[in-house]
């Protein structure tokens, strides 16, 4: 009896599970069997494996073969097996010394050809063996830059099966062609979002950075929704624009993503994970080190905003924008049990999908930014009278957005039709994105130095009650806020977001504690009532 034994990686949701590959050859009539709880294209890696073992030029065994994946209570799917169960037969064959193997997690798909193709989840799959205490991966060339940002493991990228058994039974390596190895999945090249960035010393993707030149200076007027823009990027606050068609809206959410600050370390980790299980991450630039702007169509179904799909969950717009900014543009157009399911994430920071192979666990901490017409028309004002909707359309349009779902956002914005004298007024532009971005920064800061040793980054974090007992603001500043809660303006979760809403006030204008200038902007971003205070930050600090 010939046995051999390598290691692979099964992927639930963007967490690995580090799975033992167990070949064993018996004499008898030659047989290829593959146990150990596959799915279907897993199962379909035996022909794949076998042709491309004998055209690497070694000998397929002619006796009994079954492979196993151990553990065999956890699923497993996808074509990431067919490196190691490669290796774990040549091992079994003796064509490879089984004890080379015994130690190393090999992760990758083979071609027919025995070149090995990249799959999606490199990067989870590598932060799963480096948690079990495995120090050696190989991975498909491609995918090489990907698994190296995970510290303390040494990686192999190989081209082919040939370059890995000459590297393994130390003989000389053959040359192979370079292949387009990261080619991203055609079927996902629609979700690809545009944009560019970059880090120093640190690759990132272009993916996620959504100012291909887009600076807030370009949005003319709208002073108070480019607060409210400042004012959720500085606390993390959801945030909630109406307007008529063509007012800014979509430009305010475009440029929200530019004034956040970079990605840490371990959230460009995190954000990096989800998009390589989605495959969306570009060649070459295997790290997202910003955040992620995601904006999906109003038609999109329940399982491409919150995640599933058939077989194997796969992450939805939410995930996809975890970290970063998720936008809904004409909200009202989605279907209502498709808003109802972000009530979930948008309160516990992931989303769990209950499937019946398992359950599955994505991240999900996003910035949610909502646009909507006032009317079906889009002519809705108090001002004029420019709409011709009936009032029970009107009614019927507005009803779309349930009070449950508005109520977990913090601010609440009229972006107003921009006027001709607006728009030629010299002197125009606003502020640019560096400068709001400066402002954001140091407010994260302030707030960090703030919350730290609890486990909240940001105001829009931090429960009610701990605001309440131990942030405390200025005496008598949340007077008018609490007069609100008594007349039935305010509920009493609406109450402590006013306060999160404040603090972030404060940290953007340098207070130490938020007084009453801080708590009634607050107030306006939260109702729409004018309070008589400035609404540009600059004119407050």
């Known amino acids: 009896m010939a ?14 599970v580090v799975v033992e590959v167990q070949a064993d050859l018996e004499p008898g009539v030659a047989a290829f069997t593959l146990v150990g709880l596959p799915d279907k294209s897993l199962t379909e890696s035996r022909d794949r494996v076998r042709a491309a073992v004998v055209n690497s ?19 497993k799917s996808g074509s990431g097996f067919d490196l190691a169960v490669a290796a774990a037969v040549l091992g079994a064959a003796e064509r490879i010394d089984p004890r080379v193997l015994a130690d190393i997690v090999m992760i990758g798909e083979l071609g027919l050809d025995g070149r090995v193709r990249p799959v999606r989840g490199v990067l989870p799959a590598v932060l799963a063996a480096a948690g079990a205490g495995y120090e050696q991966v ?4 491609g995918a090489a830059a990907e698994a190296s940002l995970v510290p303390g493991v040494s990686v192999l990228g190989v081209r082919s099966l040939r370059q890995l058994i000459a590297i393994l039974a130390d003989e000389p390596v053959p040359d192979e062609d370079p292949d387009e190895q990261g080619r991203p999945d055609p079927l996902l090249a629609g979700l690809r979002m545009p944009g560019t960035g970059a880090a120093t010393g640190m690759p990132s993707v272009g993916a996620a950075r959504h100012d ?3 600076d807030l200076a370009d949005v003319v007027g709208q002073t108070s929704a480019r607060t409210a823009v400042e004012v959720a990027a500085a606390g993390g606050h959801h945030l909630f624009l109406e307007g008529p068609p063509g007012a800014g809206k ?16 371990q959230e460009s980790l995190e954000v990096t994970a989800v998009h390589s299980v989605a495959g969306l991450l570009p060649p070459g630039k295997p790290l997202i080190d910003v955040a992620p702007y995601c904006a999906p169509h109003h038609s999109a179904t329940m399982q491409a905003l919150v995640g599933g799909g058939p077989g194997v969950a796969r992450p939805g717009a939410v995930s996809l924008s975890h970290r970063g900014v998720l936008f809904l543009d004409e909200t009202p157009e989605f279907s209502s049990h498709v808003l109802d399911a972000l009530r979930q994430p948008l309160e516990a920071g992931h989303v769990v999908i209950a499937r019946s192979a398992g359950v599955v666990r994505f991240p999900a901490k996003f910035l949610m930014v909502l646009a909507a017409n006032p009317c079906p028309c889009g002519r809705f004002s108090q001002r004029d009278d420019l709409c011709e909707c009936p009032p029970s359309a009107i009614r019927r349009y507005q009803a779309r957005l349930s009070g449950p779902l508005l109520d977990r956002v ?4 009229e972006v107003d039709r921009v006027t001709r004298t607006q728009l030629t007024a010299s002197g125009a532009r606003g502020e640019s994105t560096a400068t709001v971005a400066d402002r954001v920064r140091a407010a994260r800061e302030r707030a960090s130095g703030r919350l730290a040793g609890t486990p909240w980054c940001t105001n829009s974090e931090v429960p009610g009650r701990e605001l309440r007992n131990r942030w405390y603001a200025v005496p008598g500043a949340m007077d008018e806020a609490e007069r609100n809660l008594e007349r039935g303006v305010l509920t009493v979760r609406g109450l402590d977001r006013v306060l999160r ?3 972030t006030v404060a940290d953007l204008v340098g207070h130490d504690r938020p007084d009453a200038t801080d708590v009634a902007l607050a107030l306006q971003l939260r109702t729409g009532v004018p309070r ?8 407050l600090t």
């Open 138 to 141: 190989v991975v498909p060339e």
């Open 3 to 16: 046995f051999a034994r390598t290691c692979s990686v099964a992927l639930v949701g963007v967490e690995g």
């Open 250 to 265: 979509t430009m305010l959410a475009e440029r929200l993503p530019t004034i956040l600050p970079r990605l840490g370390r």
């Open 532 to 539: 008589g205070v400035p609404m540009a930050i600059g004119a």
């Open 410 to 413: 913090d601010l609440r914005v």
């Open 57 to 75: 030029g070694a000998a397929w065994p002619q006796k009994k073969l079954t492979v196993g994946l151990s553990p065999a209570s956890v699923p």
């Open 212 to 214: 291909h030149g887009h």
């Open 501 to 503: 809403v404040a603090w």
